[in-house]
C-alpha cells in the first residue's frame, strides 16, 4: 500500500495534469482555483525556498499568479497562507488585465481578503492599472460600500483624488452608477472633489444626471450649489444632459434649484429645451418650457445687456486711468492719445447702435471718460485740449438727437 505521502503526491501529479491545460495553470494555479489549503501546504513542504518563490511568481497564460487567483475566487484561507511566501513585488505581479491579487479582490468585493492582503502590504493598497485605475475605484465602479469604506480608512490619504487616465475621479465613477452610500463616503473624506472635471469637462453631477438617481444627485447639488451651472467641454449643463438623456425626474429636480440658469446656451447654440426636442423627449420639452426653459432662438439680446457691458467697459478703462495717475504723471500728449482711442469708441458705438437706449449708453460712456480727463488747471479755451472740447459739443448733439 502506498504512504500517505506518495497518495498525495499522485493526487497532486493528478490535479496539475487535469488543471493545466490551455491555462499553462502550474499546480499552484490549480489549488488556487479550487481552494486546496490542504494541497497547496503539501506543496510548500516540499518545494525548497528559491523553486518555491519561483513557482509562486509564475504567470499562467493570462498573466495571473497563484495568489491572483486565489483572491479573485475569494478563498480567504489560502491567500492567508499564500502571503507568507509573496513578498511586495511578487504580490503585486499584474495580470494581462493589469491588476495584481489586491486589485481583483477589490473588483471581486472580497473584503476579508483585502484586510489579509493589507495586512501583510499595506503599499498594494495604491495599486492602479494600466489606466491608472485604483482598487478604490474599482470599488466605487461596483458599489461596494464595505470595500470603499475599509480602502478609504486604511488606504493613502490622496486615494480619493487620484484619476483615471481620462480624469475620471471614484466619484464620479460613482456617481455614472448610481451609488448613493459610496458617494457619501467619498464626499465625506474629500469635500473639495465634488468640483473635479474629466477630459470632457464634467463633473459627478453631469455624471449623476445620466442615471436614474434622483436622491443622488439632490446629494452632489447639496454639497456645491455651483455644480448646478457648471458646463462641460459642449458647453453643456447638467440640465442639457437630463434632457438630452430624457431623465424626467431628475429633471424636476434640477429645475427646483433656485439657483440654476434656465436660459443656458451649449455650444451647439441649444437650450435645455432645445437639446430635449432635438432628442424626442416632446414631454420634457413641454415640462421646460412651462417652467421658464425656453428656445434659444427665442432668447433676444438683451439692449439694457448692451448699455451694461459699455458702462463696464467705461468703468474697467476709468479704473485701469486711475492706477495709472497714482504711480506716473501722465503727459499732455499721452491724454491726447487716450482721448483719440476714446473718439474712435464714441464714433464706432454710434455707427453701431440700433435703439435709442445703446446711443444713451454711448453718451454715458463719453460723459465719464470726459471726467476723467478734465485735470485741474485746465479749460475749455485752452487750445491743447481740443480733443475733449470736440466730444463734448459731440455729446450736446447727442443729447438732442436722443430726445
Do not use: W
Amino acid at each position: 500500500m502506498d504512504s500517505p505521502v506518495r497518495q498525495k503526491s499522485f493526487r497532486q501529479m493528478k490535479m496539475t495534469k487535469q488543471m493545466t491545460g490551455k491555462r499553462d495553470d502550474s499546480p499552484f494555479h490549480a489549488a488556487a482555483r479550487t481552494g486546496d489549503l490542504e494541497l497547496v501546504l503539501e506543496m510548500v513542504s516540499e518545494t525548497g525556498e528559491a523553486e518555491l518563490k519561483e513557482q509562486l511568481s509564475k504567470q499562467n497564460q493570462s498573466g495571473e499568479t497563484a495568489l491572483y487567483v486565489a483572491a479573485e475566487c475569494g478563498h480567504v484561507e489560502l491567500v492567508k497562507e499564500m502571503i507568507k511566501y509573496y513578498d511586495t513585488g511578487a504580490a503585486g505581479i499584474k495580470a494581462r488585465n493589469g491588476y495584481d491579487a489586491f486589485h481583483i479582490a477589490a473588483k471581486q468585493g472580497h473584503l476579508e481578503i483585502l484586510i489579509v492582503l493589507m495586512e501583510a502590504n499595506p503599499e498594494l493598497a495604491m495599486t492602479f492599472d494600466s489606466s491608472n485605475t485604483t482598487a478604490l475605484h474599482t470599488a466605487a465602479s461596483q458599489g461596494y460600500v464595505e470595500v470603499v469604506n475599509f480602502l478609504l480608512e486604511r488606504g493613502s490619504s490622496n486615494l480619493v483624488t487620484i484619476a483615471k487616465s481620462n480624469s475620471k475621479t471614484a466619484l464620479h465613477s460613482a456617481a455614472r452608477n448610481g451609488h448613493l452610500e459610496i458617494v457619501k463616503a467619498l464626499l465625506s473624506k474629500e469635500p473639495g472633489i465634488t468640483t473635479r472635471v474629466d477630459k470632457k469637462g464634467q463633473t459627478a453631477l453631469h455624471m449623476a444626471v445620466k442615471g436614474q438617481n434622483v436622491e443622488l444627485v439632490a446629494e452632489l447639488m447639496m454639497s456645491d450649489a455651483s455644480l448646478i451651472n457648471m458646463v462641460d467641454s459642449k458647453g453643456n449643463t447638467a440640465l442639457h444632459i437630463a434632457a438630452r438623456k430624457g431623465r424626467d425626474q431628475i429633471v424636476t429636480k434640477l429645475l427646483d434649484h433656485g439657483g440654476l440658469d434656465k436660459i443656458a446656451i451649449n455650444k451647439s447654440g441649444e437650450t435645455a429645451f432645445d437639446t430635449a426636442e432635438k432628442t424626442g423627449h416632446s414631454e420634457i420639452a413641454s415640462f421646460l418650457e412651462e417652467h421658464g426653459v425656453r428656445s434659444a432662438k427665442s432668447i433676444k439680446p438683451s439692449t439694457t445687456n448692451t448699455a451694461r457691458e459699455l458702462k463696464q467697459t467705461v468703468s474697467d478703462i476709468k479704473h485701469e486711468v486711475h492706477n495709472q495717475l497714482q504711480t506716473t504723471r501722465l503727459t499732455r500728449k499721452r491724454v491726447q492719445g487716450i482721448a483719440k482711442r476714446l473718439n474712435k469708441m464714441h464714433t464706432e458705438g454710434l455707427n453701431n447702435a440700433i435703439n435709442s437706449t445703446t446711443v444713451v449708453a454711448v453718451l454715458i460712456a463719453t460723459v465719464a471718460f470726459a471726467a476723467i480727463f478734465q485735470v485741474p488747471g485746465q479749460f475749455a479755451d485752452d487750445p491743447n485740449n481740443l480733443a475733449l472740447d470736440n466730444l463734448l459739443d459731440k455729446q450736446m448733439l447727442l443729447q438732442n438727437l436722443s430726445s
